[in-house]
């Protein structure tokens, strides 16, 4: 019986994806900047702030109840999302970029973009990049190579050179946006490979409005560049562009729109007429005004006609930031982590667990929703099998295509198929925190390799390790999805398991089916906080005694 169901929904899919490859739609993915699972009133009920754009999206589609970013913050997710390939095989191992950083993505590696590209698409990025790009420097000068620059190498750069290796270098056609976060240097617009306005001046701005403060890091800027003006601008540059692409997309030539926001991650800086609408805080007024971007690509799409063949994606790139002011929204009765432990750049679920709604009318159910889990590296695969494209082996090694969640495909036929990326569905996925620890997730079981959240929230790693917690943390998310309750003594068999399997990823360089491939860098699973590696180094000097 089991078998005759799988073939049958074998045959719909090769079917449906046929379809869907001679139809080509057009794919807007809106990446939103911090924002909270708890934060999107149809995943949150109990939420506090309004996001009808968001929950119209929702009724029209599917929502996923549990997604997550390949990281818990901004450039290490951006990489998985672009190339379908977790972060941590890249050279950054911990941290972010900053906006002076040079380009992350390897030269010659398959980007969604170029993959789009080949396929007949124009291609199009509107947005926070924060993947780094090659500037010029001035002669004699120099810039950091992977963090955040430092006050004496901002003014290193010759802003008056194109710049090489953006945007335009992995498969967009066309680039308009900033560097990286609006809280890095340097402030101003860049279209395609040149600033639209070269820095003269120094700014900082708030990291929220109307409360005092640490300020952005004080540097480059354009005379008249204001963070307030950013979300309008993109939202006015991505309603332009399917403006121009909609006639086009209906003579056969698709568009593939990735819009990364600013909004809501700092500067929280709602316009004046959002400022105050949430009643909670400017945090609560930024979301606020990011859904109304949400909503401003659904009218463009509607009003030119291609909303029908149009695959929108609406997600974040990982958990709430603690600069939204927790206390504040907690006291109002709001939570952005909803029910999941810790923020953003922890190991725990409030890190990376996160909004993702989808809508492909004809082809996505409306009102549905998905229990199945997906990462943000599956954008790769799920495109290639919508145009029916056979990835290469060193190409998305850790991307899953969604074609069975979007279609529907019943719950209970996911364990009795076999997973490949074209027609199957992810059985695991890797979490990485902004200090670069570990976490594997299988089924119902959670195992994370650090003792604390691996990122911000306390206890952080080294407060774990003075508190005597155990190394590894294991959750059965099925009935604990808080992660209260560690239960790494007593199920030393999973935790055996998922780590052999966790180590297994790291040395094939993929998590897919396909030929082995290179890690960009020795992956280290294990890495160690300052505590524990001065205690190693205190044991080793007392056995050398």
Not at 42 to 55: E, M, Q, S, Y
Not at 420 to 443: D, L
Request: glycine share 8%; hydrophobic share 35%.
């Amino acid at each position: 019986m089991i078998l005759c169901a799988c073939l049958t929904w074998a045959a719909f899919l090769t079917a449906s994806t046929a379809v869907a490859a001679a139809s080509k739609p057009n794919i807007v993915y809106i990446l939103c900047d911090d924002l909270g699972y708890g934060d999107v009133h149809c995943l949150n009920p109990r939420g506090k702030i309004a996001t009808p754009h968001a929950d119209k999206l929702a009724s029209q589609g599917m929502i996923f109840t549990d997604a997550h970013s390949s990281s818990s913050v901004c450039s290490p997710t951006r990489y998985g999302i672009m190339t379908g390939r977790y972060n941590w095989r890249s050279r950054l191992q911990t941290g972010v970029l900053g906006g002076l950083s040079p380009r992350l993505i390897e030269p010659g590696r398959l980007t969604v973009a170029a993959l789009l590209k080949k396929q007949g698409y124009h291609t199009a990025c509107v947005g926070k990049w924060h993947l780094g790009m090659d500037w010029v420097k001035k002669e004699g000068k120099d810039v950091s190579e992977l963090n955040i620059e430092t006050p004496e190498q901002v003014w290193n750069v010759d802003f008056t050179k194109p710049i090489i290796n953006g945007p335009n270098s992995v498969g967009f056609d066309y680039y308009f946006g900033i560097s990286a976060s609006l809280d890095m240097v340097p402030y101003t617009f860049i279209e395609n490979d040149h600033v639209v306005v070269v820095p003269t001046v120094e700014k900082a701005f708030p990291l929220m409005h109307g409360k005092e403060g640490r300020p952005s890091r004080l540097g480059p800027a354009a005379e008249k560049f204001e963070d307030v003006d950013v979300l309008p601008t993109l939202t006015r540059k991505a309603v332009e562009i399917i403006a121009a692409r909609a006639a086009d997309a209906k003579a056969g030539k698709p568009f593939f729109l990735y819009l990364p926001l600013n909004a809501p991650h700092t500067p929280i800086a709602p316009t004046p007429e959002w400022q105050g609408k949430s009643g909670l805080n400017p945090y609560a007024d930024f979301v606020m005004q990011t859904d109304a971007t949400l909503g401003a690509v659904m009218r463009a799409l509607d009003e030119n006609g291609v909303a029908d063949n149009t695959l929108l994606i609406f997600t974040s790139d990982n958990g709430c930031s603690p600069q939204a002011d927790f206390p504040a929204l907690l006291a109002k009765g709001h939570n952005p982590s909803h029910n999941f432990r810790g923020t953003k750049a922890d190991i725990w679920d409030g890190g990376h667990h996160i909004p993702f709604i989808v809508r492909w009318p004809g082809k996505v159910q409306p009102g549905s929703s998905s229990e199945q889990l997906v990462c943000l590296t599956d954008l790769m695969a799920t495109c290639a099998a919508i145009l029916g494209v056979k990835l290469p082996d060193n190409a998305g090694e850790d991307s899953v295509s969604m074609m069975m969640a979007l279609q529907g495909t019943p719950t209970d036929l996911y364990t009795a198929m076999i997973g490949t990326r074209s027609t199957g569905w992810r059985e695991t996925v890797v979490h990485h925190s902004i200090n670069g620890k570990f976490s594997i997730r299988e089924g119902r079981w959670k195992l994370e390799l650090c003792p604390g959240s691996g990122g911000w929230s306390m206890p952080r790693d080294p407060q774990a390790v003075q508190q005597g917690l155990p190394q590894v943390q294991l959750y059965d998310m099925a009935g604990d999805v808080g992660e209260k309750v560690n239960l790494q003594e007593k199920r030393p068999d999973v935790v055996a398991r998922l780590t052999k399997l966790l180590e297994k990823y790291v040395a094939e360089g993929r998590s897919t089916p396909g030929a082995p491939q290179k890690n960009e860098v020795t992956v280290d699973i294990w890495k160690p906080t300052k505590a524990q590696a001065t205690a190693k180094k205190s044991g080793k000097r007392k056995s050398n005694n």
